[in-house]
């Protein structure tokens, strides 16, 4: 008998959860993306900054090249790019640029250092500056 009260109860919540009354939340209606490419990441030297394109937006991470250091200076993605790992793809890019060249790593802006101490890089290669950075 007590069975027959805990299969009625099972039966009950069934018919109130089924068929799901909520939409999907992952649907071309609700804008949302399953599968995020961000395009390839342009190192735009005239401008000193890494650049992606997309949907007629630009994020950006500003830079300076000196000698031997690759400044990064400011990140900035725009709210239609956010949470699409755009501004990784902006830092990796950054940081591949400064082994291809040999250069350290200075960096200055916020989300860069936030990064790189969750994704560290090569201790003598990365120089994490707490204070901001004169140009």
């Known amino acids: 008998m007590h069975a027959d009260r805990d299969e009625d109860a099972l039966d009950e919540a069934i018919e109130e959860t089924f068929p799901a009354s909520d939409p999907p939340s992952n649907t071309v209606a609700t804008g949302a993306r399953l599968c995020y490419t961000p395009e390839p990441v342009h190192d735009n030297r005239e401008a000193s900054r890494f650049e992606v ?3 007629g937006e630009v994020a950006f991470l500003e830079y300076e090249r000196q000698p031997d250091v690759l400044v990064l200076v400011h ?4 709210p239609s790019l956010r949470n699409v790992h755009v501004g990784t793809a902006l830092v990796t890019a950054a940081v591949a640029a400064a082994e291809r060249e040999a250069r350290h790593i200075e960096a200055v802006c916020p989300f860069v250092r936030e990064y790189l101490s969750r994704h560290p890089i090569d201790d003598a290669q990365a120089r ?3 204070g901001s950075h004169s140009r």
Do not use: A, E, F, K
């Open 53 to 55: 394109r997309q949907d």
């Open 75 to 78: 990140t900035y993605v725009p």
């Open 128 to 130: 994490l500056h707490p």
